[in-house]
């Protein structure tokens, strides 16, 4: 499909204003409307060339820079600008949590419009590289090539791939030869996957085709040292397989759990599949504060273990919990605030949707030694019912941490009319907690707020609001 002329304007010294959702910048056109404009900084002075128009807005490019904003910053990263992963890099991390901060105090104030408090401060993260506790990577034997390589004019015979997706383009794999976002050994993993399948002729998928041997990779590392490494291969050939496998048994001992899947299907994710433990244990271990959390394969567990911390502390402090109180942890994943809330407790409830996550919840407080936690599977909307309640109490506090979507209105509803005294809302999208907020609004008034940043270089932030009934 052909563009329209009309799209491409070029719009000159132009102030890059703010940094607006999904990590893309925000500039004003003269006719008014908004310009996005992706690996630019507030502040930057540029000339802008779009290349999309729509009513209100237009999408376009820097093509020449007039002044530099203060808060840029030279990115660590080599793949910055092609990788999509982390869109942030180039600016300040003070400025980062500003963003982050703002656009949170935003979307509760124009979503929810509910009275607020002040915040308290952001929590920003220790580490601001190197935090990310579970990498997923892709192989391709058609590499996205980099403007640069395109224009070199040079043939290149192997375009085999090892790393992330282009943004919005399904088939295309940037190669990765260094990523700040995992600590090591996880760069020189994929490294020496990538370079031993190239000089033993394993395959890379062929997304187009569907054929090759190597489909994905992901690596998952832990605190306490321990690290998963599971190959998701295509076709089924057990030498090649073993091949590779016991390569990387040999070359990194301090993998603990080395696992396989053979994956036909269409499509990559790994929930319906079986894992095939191929060395060592089927999980890995996490600590925190003295609990220990397994984590398999298909486990959820926050992707920032450090920062996870921080964001169960300011829940269970929001929390208030003197050791006599009923609290309901809504959508538990793997139980995980249960357990960090259940010493100040008297009983703890967890419900969850996944049973494998439930599973884990209760293998997890055996091996925690914990007594006073109860975990049950189902729909939230179906279980969270006046049955459910009659049977497990009427709960003082309820935490809820749901997934982007937010709470159901059925959710929400339940809690309005079991009405505890305190909500502890965790969310990783301020936009659907602040319409659940107004939903609650009649009952309920929102007493503290602390946002958390949990994905440095990133625009995603996570959000904990303290609800007390009116
Ligand atoms: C953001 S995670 C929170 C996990 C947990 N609190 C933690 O910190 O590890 C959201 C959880 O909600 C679960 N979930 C999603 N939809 C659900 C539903 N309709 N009913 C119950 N649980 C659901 C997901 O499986 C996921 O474990």
């Known amino acids: 499909m052909g563009r329209k002329k009309t799209d491409k304007i070029v719009f000159e010294n132009i102030s890059v204003l703010d940094a607006g959702a999904k990590g893309v910048s925000v500039a004003k056109a003269p006719d008014g409307k908004v310009i996005f404009i992706p690996n630019v900084v507030p ?18 490019k820097a093509i020449k820079f007039h002044e530099f904003s203060k808060h840029r910053i030279e ?29 949170v105090y935003n979307n509760l104030k124009r979503i929810g ?26 192989f391709s034997n058609a590499r996205w090539m ?8 040079e043939e290149f015979d192997n375009r085999n791939a090892l790393g992330f997706h282009i943004p919005k383009a399904w088939d295309k794999i940037l190669d990765i030869t260094h990523c700040s976002l995992q600590e090591d050994p996880s760069n020189d993993i994929r490294n020496e996957i990538r370079e031993f399948a190239n000089t033993h002729d394993l395959s890379f998928f062929n997304p187009r085709n569907h054929e090759g041997l190597l489909r994905t990779l992901m690596i998952r590392t832990a605190s306490t040292g321990e690290i998963m490494v599971l ?19 040999e070359r990194f001992p301090s993998i603990t759990s080395l696992q396989y899947v053979v994956n036909s299907k269409a ?13 060592g244990r089927d999980y890995i271990l996490e600590e925190m504060e003295g609990l220990k959390f397994s984590i398999n394969a298909k486990s959820f567990y926050q992707t920032n273990s450090d920062q996870a911390y921080e964001l169960y502390s300011i829940t269970r402090d929001f929390a208030g919990l003197t050791g006599n109180e009923l609290v309901y942890d809504l959508y538990t994943g793997t139980g995980t605030i249960a357990q960090f809330v259940s010493k100040k407790a008297r009983k703890v409830v967890g419900v969850e949707a996944v049973p494998e996550a439930i599973a884990d919840a209760k293998e997890n407080a055996i091996r925690n030694n914990i007594t006073n936690c109860e975990f049950f599977v189902g729909d939230m909307k179906v279980v969270f019912n006046e049955e459910f309640i009659a049977t497990h109490g009427k ?19 339940q809690i309005l009319k079991i009405a ?17 907020l107004a939903l609650m609004d009649e009952k309920y008034k929102v007493t503290r707020v602390r946002p958390v940043d949990m994905f440095p270089q990133t625009h995603h932030v996570e959000n904990v609001v303290l609800l007390e009934k009116r």
């Not at 505890?420 to 659940?436: E, F, G, I, L």
């Open 146 to 153: 980099t403007d640069a390589e395109i224009q070199s004019g």
């Open 420 to 436: 505890p005294d305190k909500v502890v809302y965790v969310s990783c999208n301020s936009a659907t907690q602040a319409r659940d």
């Open 267 to 279: 499509n990559d994710t790994l929930y319906d599949q079986n894992i095939i433990l191929y060395k």
């Open 43 to 60: 502040g930057d002075v540029v000339d802008i060339q779009t290349f999309k128009k729509k009513k209100s807005y237009y999408e376009g």
């Open 231 to 249: 190959v998701q291969f295509f076709e089924d050939d057990k030498d090649k397989r073993e091949l590779l496998l016991n390569f990387l048994a």
């Open 395 to 413: 709960p003082d506090v309820i935490i809820t941490d749901p997934p982007r979507d937010g709470m159901h209105k059925d959710v929400v509803e």
């Open 75 to 103: 990115p660590v990263c080599s793949h910055f600008g092609s990788c999509g992963g982390c869109k942030w890099q180039n600016m300040e991390y003070s400025q980062q949590l500003f963003y982050k901060n703002q656009e």
């Open 113 to 138: 419009k509910v009275d607020l408090p002040d915040f308290e401060a952001i929590a920003g993260s220790e580490k601001q590289f190197f935090y990310r506790n579970k990498m997923e990577f892709s």
